[in-house]
């Protein structure tokens, strides 16, 4: 065989494993994906245990598909840049907008595709219990920290007890529209039943929160 043409075979042939084991890589580590609860026994010390669930919590918690219905104003906001709601809306009582412009008016009891719009604009969200979060649950411009004591705290969670917040994160179904956010919109990372055991997890043991 031509020298050349050798080592033209080895590169292809180098250059086609590289391709399947990153191929294979990328299947075993999916970027929108979240380890499982299991993934941090390994660690004894219960309370970094504790934090180091919580923190792989909040790559769901700090998404923008969660922290757009937690801002910190009157304001929704909008898409993964997080731009104010458009068009404009306010918080109104029980956060479900004000007469005239409810969040009802457009967000219906499930995700609507949309045809013949423009291209950033695929589907309109929708869940039947569709509002903002309390003014005292707001997320945005928050730290991971700052997050998790308001979870925590009663004074700020609509009186929730942590195991009523494990349910509330495992099994409300507006939390559960982060996952199914209809054409168009990025998805938070994993499930809500793995985010629900990381949340569960993390309240076994002592609800620790990052500093």
């Given at each position: 065989m031509n020298r050349n043409l050798a080592y033209v075979s080895v590169a292809v042939a180098i250059n086609a494993a590289l391709a399947v084991s990153n191929?294979?890589?990328?299947?075993?580590?999916?970027?929108?994906?979240?380890k499982p609860a299991s993934a941090f026994q390994s660690i004894s010390n219960e309370n970094q245990r504790s934090v180091a669930l919580f923190e792989e919590a909040g790559k769901v918690i700090q998404h923008p598909r969660c922290v757009n219905c937690h801002p910190a104003t009157d304001r929704?906001?909008?898409?993964?840049?997080?731009?104010?709601?458009?068009?404009?809306?306010?918080?109104g009582e029980a956060g479900m907008g004000v007469p005239g412009m409810m969040c009802s008016t457009c967000h219906g009891?499930?995700?609507?595709?949309?045809?013949?719009q423009a291209e950033t604009i695929k589907s309109i969200p929708g869940n039947g219990n569709w509002h903002l979060a309390p003014i005292e649950m707001a997320w945005e411009g928050?730290?991971?920290g700052q997050i998790c004591s308001q979870i925590k705290d009663p004074q700020r969670n609509g009186g929730k007890t942590l195991d009523q917040i494990v349910e509330h994160m495992a099994h409300d179904d507006l939390v559960g529209w982060g996952w199914q956010p209809g054409e168009g919109r990025?998805?938070?990372?994993?499930t809500q039943a793995e985010f629900g055991e990381l949340i569960r997890a993390w309240v076994e043991t002592g609800a620790a929160c990052p500093s």
């Open positions: 191929i294979s890589m990328a299947q075993d580590n999916p970027v929108n994906a979240l929704p906001l909008q898409s993964m840049s997080m731009h104010v709601h458009q068009p404009p809306v306010t918080r009891p499930e995700n609507v595709k949309v045809v013949g928050k730290s991971l990025e998805p938070v990372p994993g």
